[in-house]
């Protein structure tokens, strides 16, 4: 009697001769991975269109199982390629194709390099530990380790790494969102792809019983979703005035202002808010090209700002030279003078400055030397005190970096202030992106976000996500806001960059295991 074999999805993962094969022919995989990155980045702003993120990573996973090491680094490649291509796109705004596409290289080599580890994990988890419980709740937890792994080395390596495009950080509008005051961002993309690889192992076990497995990601999903938000606690609130000046900020937009326009657009934009009895008045990053500390004739006019103010100090980002050293700074100005500064600690590589600069000009000189200087990273503290409320700092990028949020509430941050130029990205989707990011560090460390642009788009955001106002991009404006403040501490925070280690350390561990234990079961058999 013929058998005739049950239709599922995909090949068995429990039959040992298919659990190795792949899902699809490599034409078709090739063919899935140049549309995988147009749905991810469907899934964050400006689309937004947030369940398509989960989508693309399941047409990652789909193309890379069962792959050999070659294909998959193709696969992974070209997947991540297709990504960045579009998610960062707004590079060549100004600089042209050079930068946009030397960028989206460099990131898709780490997406191809985390394909490689995720088709091993495929291939040697089963052979080692094959059965059901293990192939639907196991292997799943380390594909997301492992895509989690990826995230990480990217987000820190070389020259301080970029962490834009993380999976989390399409999240910020989904009901996902509040999980990053448990897990951080890192935790979040982890529970994702968890999510996507239990539905993608669900699909490949044999038939019978589809329907019946199914209700395994469902359960999971609910679950992920029945955690609680994190309960902010406001213990008061501090009157801030965030000034959008609307300048011709940008470092390309230089040749076209005249000296002055950009402090006298900020003074201007600032004059609402002399009668609103504010505590403090926020401008964003390089919204003075004087540095007050040097140049008296701007420090008067602060001083005047601040005093028709009622006394309010100023918050401002500038160019400040020490040492013969360069650093994009934000100052405290108060009482004539500058009563405390930070740094930025990570300047963007090849944007403010160009590391290995002898190295890499001769590959395009002309666009190095459009960068006549070099900022120095920072070295002190994220934080000001405000006539007695902690203001954590960061400047522009520095929004993206776990590491310097997590130690600006860590030094007792009752509110982040998030200065910001996005002039020279035009109205393209990193200002959208960015201020999606910001909206999930607010969650993160339960902390209200003042997150202020030199055009937009400034908003800002409670601890809780909720957006309380905003300024349209490219108008001058001021948000004047009673900002709650906060001094619990999130899992998040607490934990900070333990749950990210212990998450991949787990995964690669696992991995190392799997194909050593598999290795020696090879040999005896």
Same mark, same amino acid.
């Given at each position: 009697?013929?058998?005739?074999?049950?239709?599922?999805?995909?090949?068995?993962?429990?039959?040992?001769?298919?659990?190795?094969?792949?899902?699809?022919?490599?034409?078709?995989?090739?063919?899935?991975?140049?549309?995988?990155?147009?749905?991810?980045?469907?899934?964050? @702003?400006?689309?937004?269109?947030?369940?398509?993120?989960?989508?693309?990573?399941?047409?990652?996973?789909?193309?890379?199982?069962?792959?050999?090491?070659?294909?998959?680094?193709?696969?992974?490649?070209?997947?991540?390629?297709?990504?960045?291509?579009?998610?960062? /796109?707004?590079?060549?705004?100004?600089?042209?194709?050079?930068?946009?596409?030397?960028?989206?290289?460099?990131?898709?080599?780490?997406?191809?390099?985390?394909?490689?580890?995720?088709?091993?994990?495929?291939?040697?988890? @089963?052979?080692?530990?094959?059965?059901?419980?293990?192939?639907?709740?196991?292997? @799943?937890?380390?594909?997301?380790?492992?895509?989690?792994?990826?995230?990480?080395?990217?987000?820190?390596?070389?020259?301080?790494?970029?962490?834009?495009?993380?999976?989390?950080?399409?999240?910020?509008? /989904?009901?996902?969102?509040?999980?990053?005051?448990?897990?951080?961002? /890192?935790?979040?993309?982890?529970?994702?792809?968890?999510?996507?690889?239990?539905?993608?192992?669900?699909?490949?076990?044999?038939?019978?019983?589809?329907?019946?497995?199914?209700?395994?990601?469902?359960?999971?999903?609910?679950?992920?979703?029945?955690?609680?938000?994190?309960?902010? /606690?406001?213990?008061?609130?501090?009157?801030?005035?965030?000034?959008?000046?609307?300048?011709?900020?940008?470092?390309?937009?230089?040749?076209?202002?005249?000296?002055?326009?950009?402090?006298?657009?900020?003074?201007?934009?600032?004059?609402?808010?002399?009668?609103?009895?504010?505590?403090?008045?926020?401008?964003?990053?390089?919204?003075?090209?004087?540095?007050?500390?040097?140049?008296?004739?701007?420090?008067?006019?602060?001083?005047?700002?601040?005093?028709?103010?009622?006394?309010?100090?100023?918050?401002?980002?500038?160019?400040?030279?020490?040492?013969?050293?360069?650093?994009?700074?934000?100052?405290?100005?108060?009482?004539?003078?500058?009563?405390?500064?930070?740094?930025?600690?990570?300047?963007?590589?090849?944007?403010?400055?160009?590391?290995?600069?002898?190295?890499?000009?001769?590959?395009?000189?002309?666009?190095?030397?459009?960068?006549?200087?070099?900022?120095?990273?920072?070295?002190?503290?994220?934080?000001?005190?405000?006539?007695?409320?902690?203001?954590?700092?960061?400047?522009?990028?520095?929004?993206?970096?776990?590491?310097?949020?997590?130690?600006?509430?860590?030094?007792?941050?009752?509110?982040?202030?998030?200065?910001?130029?996005?002039?020279?990205?035009?109205?393209?989707?990193?200002?959208?992106?960015?201020?999606?990011?910001?909206?999930?560090?607010?969650?993160?460390?339960?902390?209200?976000?003042?997150?202020?642009?030199?055009?937009?788009?400034?908003?800002?955001?409670?601890?809780?996500?909720?957006?309380?106002?905003?300024?349209?991009?490219?108008?001058?404006?001021?948000?004047?806001?009673?900002?709650?403040?906060?001094?619990?501490?999130?899992?998040?925070?607490?934990?900070?960059?333990?749950?990210?280690?212990?998450?991949?350390?787990?995964?690669?561990?696992?991995?190392?295991?799997?194909?050593?234990?598999?290795?020696?079961?090879?040999?005896?058999?």
């Amino acid at each position: 009697m013929t058998r005739t074999p049950s239709r599922q999805p995909f090949p068995s993962a429990a039959d040992p001769r298919d659990r190795d094969a792949p899902i699809v022919p490599l034409w078709a995989a090739v063919l899935l991975a140049l549309g995988a990155g147009p749905v991810l980045d469907a899934g964050f @702003p400006d689309l937004g269109a947030w369940p398509l993120t989960f989508v693309g990573i399941g047409i990652v996973l789909v193309a890379v199982v069962g792959r050999r090491a070659g294909t998959s680094f193709l696969v992974g490649f070209i997947a991540g390629l297709s990504f960045y291509l579009v998610h960062v /796109s707004w590079t060549a705004l100004y600089l042209g194709p050079v930068p946009w596409v030397a960028l989206s290289v460099l990131e898709s080599l780490f997406f191809g390099a985390g394909a490689v580890l995720i088709t091993l994990a495929y291939r040697w988890f @089963p052979r080692v530990w094959s059965g059901t419980i293990a192939r639907l709740a196991v292997l @799943p937890v380390l594909i997301g380790a492992l895509w989690t792994a990826r995230e990480m080395v990217a987000s820190t390596w070389p020259y301080g790494g970029f962490a834009w495009g993380r999976v989390a950080l399409s999240q910020s509008e /989904s009901p996902f969102a509040p999980l990053v005051a448990w897990v951080g961002i /890192s935790g979040l993309s982890f529970v994702m792809v968890v999510v996507v690889a239990v539905t993608v192992q669900v699909l490949r076990e044999p038939a019978p019983g589809l329907v019946r497995r199914m209700a395994v990601p469902v359960v999971l999903v609910v679950a992920v979703l029945a955690v609680p938000a994190w309960p902010t /606690s406001v213990f008061g609130t501090s009157r801030i005035a965030a000034v959008q000046g609307n300048t011709k900020a940008g470092y390309f937009d230089a040749a076209e202002r005249k000296p002055g326009d950009l402090i006298s657009g900020q003074l201007d934009a600032s004059l609402p808010v002399l009668d609103e009895g504010v505590d403090m008045i926020v401008w964003p990053e390089g919204a003075s090209e004087y540095d007050p500390a040097t140049v008296p004739s701007a420090g008067r006019a602060l001083d005047a700002l601040s005093q028709l103010a009622g006394g309010a100090p100023v918050i401002l980002g500038t160019n400040q030279e020490r040492e013969d050293k360069v650093y994009n700074t934000s100052l405290l100005w108060q009482d004539g003078r500058a009563t405390d500064w930070y740094d930025k600690k990570h300047p963007v590589p090849f944007g403010e400055y160009v590391p290995d600069r002898e190295f890499w000009e001769p590959f395009a000189p002309d666009l190095i030397g459009l960068i006549a200087r070099d900022y120095t990273p920072g070295t002190r503290d994220g934080i000001f005190n405000v006539n007695g409320v902690i203001a954590g700092i960061s400047i522009c990028f520095d929004i993206v970096d776990d590491a310097v949020i997590r130690d600006s509430v860590d030094r007792g941050a009752q509110v982040l202030l998030a200065q910001t130029n996005n002039a020279d990205f035009g109205q393209t989707d990193e200002n959208q992106q960015q201020l999606a990011i910001t909206r999930l560090r607010a969650i993160e460390t339960s902390r209200s976000v003042v997150s202020i642009s030199t055009v937009g788009l400034s908003a800002v955001i409670g601890p809780d996500g909720r957006t309380i106002a905003t300024v349209p991009a490219y108008e001058p404006g001021a948000m004047v806001e009673d900002v709650p403040l906060s001094r619990d501490l999130t899992p998040a925070v607490v934990l900070g960059g333990q749950t990210e280690g212990l998450i991949v350390g787990w995964g690669i561990g696992t991995l190392l295991l799997a194909g050593l234990f598999g290795a020696r079961r090879g040999r005896r058999g």
